[in-house]
């Protein structure tokens, strides 16, 4: 998550930041990347009480109470963002071009509250009350919906629920660049020289380690190669990616300090 990586860089190797930065991280030459959504990652724990499944009536059902707050949790995609208008715009711009390589309804994931449960725990034996249960849930935040905001929600929706209790185990602020600053337009200009094309202006659905440098008042655009079998054992770029992405990084940046 970078904060022994670039953030310890950034803390103690003055030469590590600068004027504006370009990140190379996976996605396509064909999208510039201007920001990113934040994220709340939690847990959430239901405690209820043991009985043998044939007696339902002596115990407490752990998994109903998780399933209950879960549903809760839910309720989160229904917040409003307060975005800007000119991210609006842009990811309404680039969704011809963006949803076509990142697969359809990336429009909608990059402008709403994403809720996703990656994880459940729960029980020990099929003819048994759950004793205790728990899931891992990664909330995904777009631009116009903070932390602060999130959280209040979350307090809403689990508080006072009996038996269930929650932990939030990492979080960071959804961020973005104005898609007008100097960087972007000189690295989509860049990109579109390079690529013969217009180059798709986006914000990001995952999270990089451009988050860290904007934080820091960075102006921060991520423009990195296709990634093919991501996560898999045969994870790779092409060379023809590459080069193209390096030179859009060379001229980006010459454009930019000689602007």
């Known amino acids: 998550m970078g904060p022994l990586g670039s953030r310890w860089l950034m803390d103690n190797i003055p030469h ?6 370009i990140i190379g991280d996976a996605g396509s030459p064909r999208v510039l990347r201007f920001g990113e959504k934040g994220f709340l990652w939690i847990e959430v724990e239901a405690a209820g009480r043991a009985a043998h499944g044939a007696h339902v009536h002596l115990g407490e059902n752990a998994v109903d109470r998780l399933c209950g707050a879960l549903d809760a949790v839910r309720g989160l995609r229904t917040l409003v963002p307060d975005a ?3 991210v609006t715009a842009a990811i309404a711009a680039a969704k011809p071009v963006s949803e076509a390589l990142a697969g359809a309804g990336e429009a ?3 402008g709403n509250v994403t809720v996703n449960i990656g994880r459940i725990e729960g029980g020990t034996s099929t003819n048994l009350v759950p004793a205790s249960a728990r899931a891992g849930i990664d909330i995904r935040l777009p631009v116009g919906v903070s932390c602060a905001v999130a959280e209040a929600a979350l307090a809403a929706a689990l508080g006072g629920r009996a038996g269930i209790a929650y932990r ?3 979080r960071f602020e959804p961020n973005h660049t104005d898609p007008a600053a100097e960087i972007v337009q000189h690295a989509a200009a860049a990109a579109a020289e390079v690529l013969g ?8 659905v995952g999270g990089s380690d451009a988050r860290w440098f904007r934080l820091a008042g960075l102006p921060t655009v991520v423009y990195g190669p296709t990634p093919h079998g991501m996560g898999g054992p045969d994870e790779y770029v092409l060379v023809e990616d590459l080069v193209q992405v390096a030179r859009v990084h060379a001229l980006a940046a010459l454009d930019f300090l000689a602007a």
Do not use: Y
């Open 84 to 86: 800007p208008a000119s």
């Open 108 to 110: 909608a994931v990059l």
């Open 16 to 21: 590590a930041t600068g004027d504006a930065v």
């Open 168 to 170: 939030i185990l990492r």
């Open 197 to 204: 094309g217009p180059c798709a202006v986006n914000m990001r």
